[in-house]
């Protein structure tokens, strides 16, 4: 079993659109969480880190779940700049592991 | 200043070639990582290096060999390698080994011929 699993997607949606990530970790003694993005034959850029009470940047909400040990993220009014592959990550020390990955595809 | 920055871009090198792949950040961060990613999949740890030190090597065959020459710069050096090393390298840099984030340099695309 993989240590942090997300649906690989694609997540196919139009303008506008509300769209939710999911992802659930293993390891308990994981310490922190993020979401990355990824966009194609480019580096992970940070998106926002994940905290238990939740947190907004923008149209962008993410959520963690320490007793289910799973994290989400909510993307509202969604726009055709937001497609690319959204990484879930969980940190333990000096080490981030990465989800595979979620593609989401916005079109018109 | 929060970027990382790495050379070259692009590297296409024979089996039998040396080269090295160069990551620096003035962010101030003390630590420094190494991620290998191939297509379609994440990033996978290489190396972490904490206050110039190595700290982890997850097991990276000894054709990588990294070197932190201070708390700025971070080298991997290349030898004979195989065309299944044909990647993405991305380096990276965080405050402090534990809960920080870390931030991505734009990665060296190596080809193996």
């Known amino acids: 079993r993989k240590e942090v699993e997300q649906d690989p997607g694609p997540f196919n949606v139009p303008e506008g659109a509300t769209v939710a990530f999911n992802c659930t970790y293993s390891n308990s003694a994981s310490q922190s969480f993020f979401w990355y993005r990824q966009d194609c034959r480019k580096e992970p850029k940070l998106l926002m880190s994940?905290?238990?009470s939740g947190n907004e940047d923008g149209r962008f909400t993410a959520q963690l779940n320490r007793a289910s040990q799973y994290i989400s993220l909510l993307i509202r009014d969604s726009k055709l700049s937001d497609s690319a592959t959204y990484l879930c990550?969980?940190?333990?020390?000096?080490?981030?592991?990465f989800g595979t990955g979620t593609r989401l595809q916005v079109f018109p | 200043d929060t970027e990382v920055t790495q050379t070259p871009k692009h590297l296409v090198m024979g089996m039998t070639n040396k080269k090295s792949l160069k990551c620096e950040q003035h962010m101030g961060h003390r630590a420094m990582y190494w991620y290998k990613q191939k297509a379609k999949k994440p990033p996978e740890l290489m190396f972490v290096y904490s206050y110039e030190k190595l700290s982890i090597n997850e097991s990276v065959p000894s054709r990588f060999s990294p070197e932190c020459p201070n708390s700025s710069l971070l080298n991997l050096h290349l030898h004979a390698l195989q065309p299944e090393d044909s990647a993405l390298y991305l380096c990276?840099?965080?405050?402090?080994?534990?809960?920080?984030?870390?931030?991505f340099g734009p990665g060296t695309r190596l080809t193996v011929l």
């Open positions: 990276a840099s965080s405050q402090g080994t534990s809960n920080n984030e870390q931030f």
């Open positions: 994940v905290y238990s």
């Open positions: 990550v969980s940190r333990n020390t000096d080490k981030l592991i």
